[in-house]
């Protein structure tokens, strides 16, 4: 394993231990602050599509913020986890159209509107466990995202790139391999910072 990855896995398991002990509570209350903070984004609020996601467990909460988006217009297209980790796009209709899926996501119920359906998002809602300073995202490894990431790169696509994450995941620095991508802003219940390129 190289420096990088080892790095990456050693933060990783940091930041998912410390989300661990997060109580309920603690989730709700950080979700309504997180759904108020992203709601003043004119990057998501503005949007005509927004590709975001359902969070689970302890991740930092989204579904307010869906839920807020939708009844302002805004379309969302949520992922479908494909068997090779790319992602399929589903469009929103509320949280009676969720279905678990594997590995305990919520996707939507729908029609599957292929891999590409992401370049239609004016901002993308990107997963993550952690930015730094400089707006370099960390993931949880899997890749699906880099090649959400990669996909609109290569079509040109140039939707604002957002995180949702707690205040102790905005870190100096996260570590990073070539193939990794900025993101526009961060989004934590004590505040917005926005990145410049």
Not at 124 to 148: N, T
Not at 180 to 186: F, G, I, K, L
């Amino acid at each position: 394993m190289s420096g990088d990855l080892s790095r990456k896995s050693a933060v990783r398991r940091e930041l998912l231990d410390a989300r661990g002990l997060l109580s309920t509570e603690d989730v709700q209350e950080a979700a309504a602050v997180l759904a108020r903070q992203a709601l003043n984004l004119p990057e998501l609020t503005e949007a005509g599509t927004v590709a975001a996601y359902v969070s689970v467990g302890r991740e930092p909460g989204t579904r307010a913020l869906l839920e807020a988006l939708r009844e302002r217009g805004v379309r969302l297209l949520l992922p479908v986890l494909k068997a090779d980790n790319d992602l399929d796009w589903g469009e929103y209709r509320g949280a009676e159209h969720l279905v678990r899926a594997g590995r305990g996501l919520l996707e939507p119920d729908g029609e599957r509107l292929g891999v590409d359906a992401v370049l239609e998002a004016d901002a993308v809602l990107l997963p993550g466990l952690a930015v730094d300073s400089r707006g370099m995202r960390l993931g949880r490894g899997g890749g699906s995202y880099d090649r959400v990431l990669s996909r609109l790169a290569a079509a040109g696509a140039d939707p604002a790139l957002v995180v949702l994450l707690y205040a102790n995941e905005v870190l100096a620095r996260v570590p990073e391999e070539p193939h990794d991508h900025p993101v526009h802003a961060v989004v934590t219940p004590t505040a917005v910072r926005r990145f410049t390129e």
